[in-house]
């Protein structure tokens, strides 16, 4: 129960006769913690494997039918968490994207790795002041008052406010905070608060956490728990503490690595799909994004906020186990000094274009890349005569590859590079910018959100790899994708459109979220912030390509869940019958994808 607060000062005896007969003052509003577990698959949840998740899921709304956003990697969905925008308003295509021209140095290249503190900085002085382009919730919520922060995983937590950069707003905790060269600006009271609650000024590395391992040689054996420890001790005895004194609501994102880092890095399946993202390790790290949850609902009790705190819950994707094994692919059939004999490399795509189209391949920072001679491009690919002026560049992306066909030759370059694709037993999926279609084996880009009104360029072409489940009876559970990553084979891996990568894990509890229900409407990333601000009553903006509000899940109303319908679009057949096929589900005048690719080479597709 929420007590009714009055303005401070003095009150009219007219005021007093209005309170008297039950006039009443606007009810202070609730708090929001936004928890994301990185990586989080929806079916690996259980009362054993995260009793603390399984638990709001079971006494809260249960959000079964939930949906990432394609591609399924974390920056764009994190700024489709922060905006309630899809990735064509948000312009944020991947964790690596093209930023038109080479940043300076140290990147020295056109492509963004968006998972980084100064290169969001550089894009949003090269992208109008706010390369999102759109208003976030925690700058909506900031704007009306509330105090806000953001802690946890470097890269997206600074999405959730990219403007907060100078420690005089939102509070901005990542990976690089303490670094003055490669963190965002902490307020020198925020510091000081830490400092005098015992803690450490500078976030700890990963440790052995971080150790990703060879071809040869297994990777981590532990979970990311001293980092997280970390930002949860900042949370439970800087934050929460604070803003209970403050007096003010707040809201909170707090973003947890695992168990994604963990599944990126474990060790505990070196070259094998078994038990690859399933085995102790990982599992691990599953508990401790739960125990991270447990500690702030307990730390909530303690300070009398749980009553008037929603707890929502989220994961910016699933996850699979990686594969780089083709029977078509050229790049596999070369050697490499760090890569398992028969395996196709990083880089795989544009070597296997810049072949197909004849064309010389650079690394997109510039220098000329020879596969004969055991390379592949490091900071993205550039296919063209002058790397300066490619004709095409690929961003890798994981379980799929962003195509950027910056020259005048677009609308012939993309034929044949579809074609080519389309050859591949790797490819899943295939999409097309609009003004270069239709192309026969390919679907167009606004189909799955990622046209608007980005202000990044956008990709031309996106490839989707082929996923297949290893042999368990859940192939969500055991999904196994090709990607493009330095990850190695059996280690953990995310971004194709098979379900096992979209099929997130969300679920909320909390006084404004009906307590115990079961929701089959499909929602996605893209109606959390939606949702909590109509909670809170704020204003993010025009609505653009955005989500909506779960309505059907809010307490203290009827709202029957809206009615969905199965949508299947199929592209027309590529000469050699290769097609892309989507299914997705529509309601309430939103769409959710739920896959999409090659029938046969896609977990979760329904031809």
């Known amino acids: ?45 259980t009362p054993q ?117 100078d420690g005089t707003g939102t509070i901005v905790i990542d990976d690089a905070t303490g670094s003055p060269e490669r963190g965002v ?35 981590a054996l532990v979970a990311n728990v001293e980092q997280q420890n970390w930002f949860l001790a900042v949370a439970t005895r800087v934050l929460l503490p604070r803003f209970k004194a403050e007096g003010k609501p707040f809201v909170m994102v707090f973003w947890s690595r695992d168990p994604d880092g963990t599944q990126h890095n474990q060790g505990d399946s070196l070259n094998t ?22 500690a702030l609902r307990a730390s909530l009790r303690a300070l009398g906020l749980d009553k008037d705190t929603d707890i929502v819950v989220t994961a910016d994707h699933g996850f699979s186990t990686l594969s780089r094994e083709s029977q078509t692919s050229g790049s596999a059939r070369l050697r490499y000094p760090d890569v398992k004999p028969g395996l196709m490399p990083p880089g795989f795509l544009a070597i296997d274009l810049a072949e197909a189209l004849g064309l010389p391949l650079h690394d997109a920072a510039g220098p000329a890349v020879d596969p004969r001679s055991g390379a592949y491009p490091k900071r993205g690919a550039a296919l063209g005569r002058d790397a300066a002026h490619p004709d095409v560049l690929v961003a890798a992306n994981g379980g799929s590859d962003l195509i950027y066909l910056p020259g005048p030759d677009a609308p012939a370059l993309a034929r044949r590079i579809v074609e080519a694709v389309s050859r591949q037993d790797y490819a899943g999926a295939i999409f097309v910018r609009d003004d270069l279609g239709p192309i026969p084996g390919a679907l167009s880009t606004s189909q799955i959100g990622l046209a608007g009104s980005a202000r990044t360029p956008t990709p031309a072409i996106v490839v989707g790899f082929r996923s297949f489940a290893s042999g368990c009876d859940d192939p969500e559970i055991c999904g196994v994708e090709v990607a493009d990553s330095d990850q190695q084979q059996g280690q953990g891996i995310h971004g194709s459109f098979g379900r096992q990568d979209t099929h997130n894990f969300m679920a909320a509890v909390g006084p404004d979220f009906r307590a115990g229900f079961v929701d089959p409407a499909p929602v996605s990333n893209a109606d959390l912030a939606i949702t909590l601000a109509h909670i809170l009553e704020l204003d993010l903006g025009p609505k ?61 597709l329904k031809p």
């Open 1 to 45: 129960m929420i007590s009714s607060k009055y303005r401070a000062g003095a009150m009219t005896a007219l005021a007093l006769v209005m309170a008297a007969v039950g006039s009443r003052a606007a009810a202070a509003p609730h708090n929001v913690i936004l928890f994301v577990a990185d990586g989080l698959r929806s079916r690996i949840v």
């Open 49 to 165: 494997t995260a009793p603390a998740l399984a638990e709001v899921r079971a006494r809260g709304v249960d959000f079964r039918n939930s949906h990432s956003i394609y591609p399924t990697v974390t920056t764009p969905n994190a700024s489709v968490i922060a905006t309630g925008h899809l990735v064509g308003d948000t312009g944020d295509f991947g964790n690596t994207i093209y930023g038109g021209q080479p940043f300076p140095a140290p990147y020295g290249s056109p492509m963004a790795p968006v998972e980084d503190d100064v290169m969001l900085g550089l894009l949003n002085e090269r992208f109008g002041g706010n390369y999102l382009g759109h208003t976030s919730l925690l700058q909506a919520a900031r704007a009306k008052g509330f105090a806000t922060v953001a802690l946890g995983k470097l890269g997206p937590i600074a999405i959730q406010d990219v403007t907060a950069r």
């Open 185 to 219: 600006k902490l307020a020198p009271e925020i510091a000081a608060a830490i400092k005098a609650a015992g803690l450490p000024t500078t976030a700890p590395s990963r440790g052995p956490n971080g150790q990703a391992g060879a071809y040869d040689k297994a990777g």
């Open 273 to 294: 799909f078994t038990p690859g993202i399933n085995g102790p390790t990982t599992m691990a790290a599953i508990r401790n994004a739960s125990d991270d949850l447990a």
């Open 544 to 604: 653009g390509h955005s989500g909506r509000v779960m309505a059907e899940a809010l307490s203290g109303r009827d709202v029957a869940p809206p009615a969905s319908q199965a949508v299947t679009v199929r592209s027309a057949p590529a000469a050699n019958g290769f097609m892309t096929v989507l299914n997705r589900q529509d309601a309430a005048g939103a769409s959710y994808f739920d896959a999409a690719g090659m029938p046969g080479r896609t977990i979760g």
